[in-house]
């Protein structure tokens, strides 16, 4: 079964400029997740998406956005790039559903860096 | 609100010693407790997690974890300290509402030869 796959790896972007990020959860999984990891804040959630619908929101502002499709394939879209939105960006599924709790499991993740 | 909290920021052990990693959460109900480990420029790996039941759980890599209760901790621990275990721990909790994963800030391990 193949896992959580996230695209780019790598990713250099201007300030100013927009980027987006995509992630292919495991098949089956409908829950995504997105996680910003730096090393000043830790892993941070983004938000988490279940069956095209946004269930869970972290504390980020409008600028971080995201999305999730009828395959359960996710975006998450960063809008006027600031210096401070280097990190490494962590997409995870699970197989999950309401109430339910299980494990997430993650894919490489996006190392976005912002000049 | 519910928290993780990683003591310890770092820790090194030499290779072959034993390791015990602290883990403290803060939680209203039942927690549903998970270890992860990251290798650098890496996503994270599931190492075990506690759902119910014996509160000593085996993961994967010989390491272990014991929930206790009344000291609202999940320490890991592993027997043997190998230099491939060298890398960041993550103790997390799962909310309920299914919706969220909530991490602790991490351990780095150094192993030293």
């Known amino acids: 079964k193949a896992g959580v796959t996230q695209t780019p790896r790598y990713l250099i972007k201007t300030r100013g400029q927009q980027v987006t990020l995509s992630c292919s959860p495991i098949?089956?999984?409908?829950?995504v997740s997105w996680y910003q990891q730096t090393p000043g804040q830790g892993l941070q959630f983004l938000f988490e998406y279940f069956s095209e619908t946004q269930r869970n929101k972290g504390n980020f502002p409008g600028r971080f956005s995201g999305r999730q499709f009828s395959n359960s394939r996710s975006e998450m879209n960063v809008s006027t790039l600031e210096l401070g939105d280097s990190a490494l960006y962590l997409c995870?599924?699970?197989?999950?559903?309401?109430?339910?709790?299980?494990?997430?499991?993650f894919g490489q993740g996006t190392r976005l860096t912002v000049v | 609100a519910q928290s993780v909290t990683q003591p310890d920021i770092h820790i090194t052990v030499s290779e072959g010693a034993s390791l015990e990693l602290r883990c403290n959460y803060s939680y209203g109900a039942t927690p549903y407790l998970f270890w992860y480990v990251q290798s650098p420029g890496q996503g994270l790996q599931l190492l075990l997690k506690?759902?119910?039941?014996?509160?000593l759980v085996q993961g994967i890599k010989g390491f272990e974890a014991e929930f206790k209760r009344s000291q609202s901790s999940f320490n890991l621990r592993k027997p043997s300290v190998h230099w491939s275990d060298a890398a960041e721990y993550f103790c997390a909790v799962g909310d309920t509402g299914g919706f969220k994963t909530i991490f602790g800030a991490g351990t780095r391990l150094f192993v030293k030869a």
């Open positions: 506690y759902f119910s039941g014996d509160t």
């Open positions: 995870a599924s699970r197989h999950t559903g309401v109430g339910q709790v299980t494990e997430a499991f």
């Open positions: 098949s089956g999984h409908r829950s």
